[in-house]
């Protein structure tokens, strides 16, 4: 058996391998590069429009983002929750810590690039979503990348055969990968930091050969995770908009403090970053050219698994808000990214290159640093014990956020497959597991689900890719009408009755009469 487990380990980091560096990096950046282009850099030429009509329309009164407007959909503001709390995981505190011991300061800098070409993926994502989504036998709209594989690619010719394989084995990637990286990963490291924070010293005992003090952890969690879950989106999005922007806001303040004091760093830190980028001073003394690519693959992955920009996942959650307009969506989705990636990583990596233990002239981490505790370590510095148990919190309110984002996303797979009665049955199943995750002790599970869900952006990244003129002459169209001023057709749905629908819906929002948005 353990030869088994041997080979099944071997094999699984070989695919890992394959999947996510070798293929998946340069397919995630090249098409993240060709909706940007096609796009005309709509991140930057309309900045000052995007963050208006996201974070800015939070706080106008009156504002659709946060309204419902019915039991069946969430607001665009409790879309973009769910999404963070699903993205807002391990990977922006353990994880930017890895790519810095790993690749150098250097890393951070191809961090951002991905994020910022991921982006306007993360955008085309939902501008696709929001346009090929449709209402289930319950009301509520269901959308994602099974959608506009069937509906999108499905639609071209020679097509629609491989569209459904495409869409059936995406939805399969989704199934597992949320079991394992969205459940029982993210479990499995609340308890392990729970366990080194709290419990250290305390010992309750075995149950064969599990620390009752894990299953105790499990147990509860899964009263938590149950109550929320199996309450539906609804309940998920309503605890989602309170907790994400608290933790976000919180974990920010702290890591503001953190950098304050090592303030004379800053310099510094900055050159490192850039220096180190671009292989000018070798980490480690390796040769530059091994130097260089790893620094870049590390900035990448980190960046895609932070905000998971191009996996097609944080669309079948911002597919169910209360918004009529595509790029409306998108530009909450474009957001998402800047808010994971540009925000919350960069402010781990300045903590992290801040702190003292990476070395700003070598790039080296200090000897016996471990990039599990690195965070952790780096803020004990400066509040104490406090410092400690602060990132110990972080940890279990970013890991158990994201385990209720992956529970929808894992609905909508199961109800693409087996249809909307199935869900229940799967939210069960999803909510027991939690205690699997609390108690495991390989990391196989993980590791395995770690390539389901780099498995699921091959048949979403080919849908992108071929529908992104599609997503060119929407956005188009939307810039075209809502900033440029004309008074053209809305695309809005691929749908003739949504797209009237929603047409009626914008002209009642907007105070448009028929006339004035009539093709002319």
């Not at 929001?130 to 097509?159: H, P, Q, V």
């Not at 004379?264 to 001073?281: H, L, Q």
């Not at 809502?482 to 907007?510: F, H, N």
Request: aromatic content about 12%; glycine content about 10%; proline content about 2%.
């Amino acid at each position: 058996m353990d030869a088994f487990f041997k080979w099944l380990t071997e094999a699984n980091d070989a695919v890992n391998d394959f999947i996510w560096v070798r293929v998946g990096l340069f397919l995630l950046i090249g098409t993240g590069i060709l909706v940007t282009c096609c796009t005309k850099f709509f991140q930057i030429t309309h900045i000052g429009h995007w963050l208006k009509e996201t974070i800015g329309s939070v706080f106008r009164r009156g504002s659709s983002a946060t309204k419902k407007t019915d039991k069946k959909t969430i607001s665009q503001f409790q879309a973009l929750c769910t999404a963070l709390a699903a993205t807002l995981g391990t990977g922006n505190i353990a994880g930017v810590a890895a790519a810095i011991v790993i690749g150098g300061p250097g890393a951070v800098f191809w961090m951002w690039i991905a994020a910022f070409f991921g982006m306007m993926t993360n955008f085309s994502e939902n501008v696709l979503g929001i346009y090929f989504r449709r209402r289930n036998k319950d009301g509520e709209w269901s959308g994602g990348a099974m959608y506009y594989l069937t509906d999108g690619l499905g639609r071209k010719k020679y097509c629609k055969g491989i569209s459904r394989v495409l869409a059936v084995l995406f939805s399969i990637f989704v199934i597992l990968a949320s079991f394992g990286i969205g459940n029982m990963g993210q479990i499995n490291k609340i308890t392990l930091n729970l366990e080194s924070a709290f419990f250290s010293n305390v010992s309750l005992g075995e149950i064969a050969g599990i620390p009752v003090i894990n299953i105790i952890i499990g147990v509860v969690l899964m009263i938590l995770a149950g109550l929320i879950i199996l309450g539906g989106l609804q309940r998920i999005a309503s605890f989602a908009e309170k907790i994400v922007p608290f933790m976000a806001i919180t974990y920010v303040l702290g890591a503001i403090i953190v950098f304050c004091v090592h303030i004379n760093t800053v310099g510094d830190m900055f050159a490192a970053i850039f220096r180190f980028a671009f292989g000018i001073e070798a980490v480690a003394g390796g040769a530059a050219g091994v130097v260089i690519s790893k620094v870049v693959t590390e900035g990448f992955k980190r960046g895609v698994f932070s905000n998971e920009a191009g996996l097609g996942s944080s669309v079948m959650v911002h597919s169910s808000s209360n918004v009529r307009e595509p790029v409306k969506q998108g530009m909450w989705g474009i957001f998402e990214v800047f808010m994971d990636t540009i925000v919350v990583c960069t402010i781990t990596a300045i903590v992290v290159l801040s702190s003292g233990y990476i070395d700003l002239e070598t790039g080296l981490a200090a000897e016996g640093t471990n990039d599990a505790t690195l965070v952790s370590q780096a803020f004990g510095n400066v509040f104490g014990i406090g410092g400690e148990i602060f990132i110990a919190v972080a940890m279990l309110m970013f890991a158990f956020t994201t385990v209720l984002g992956w529970s929808h996303y894992g609905s909508k797979a199961v109800e693409y497959l087996f249809g909307p009665k199935a869900i229940k049955v799967y939210k069960v199943i999803f909510v027991l597991m939690i205690i699997s995750g609390a108690v495991m002790t390989s990391s196989l599970a993980w590791d395995i689900s770690d390539t389901f869900n780099g498995f699921m952006m091959v048949p979403n990244l080919i849908a992108v890719i071929s529908l992104f003129p599609l997503v060119a002459k929407i956005t188009q169209n939307y810039v075209n009408r809502r900033i440029k001023g004309q008074k053209i057709e809305p695309m809005l749905s691929y749908d003739p009755d949504i797209q009237a629908e929603s047409k009626a819906v914008l002209a009642e929002e907007y105070g448009e009469t028929e006339k004035e948005t009539v093709s002319v």
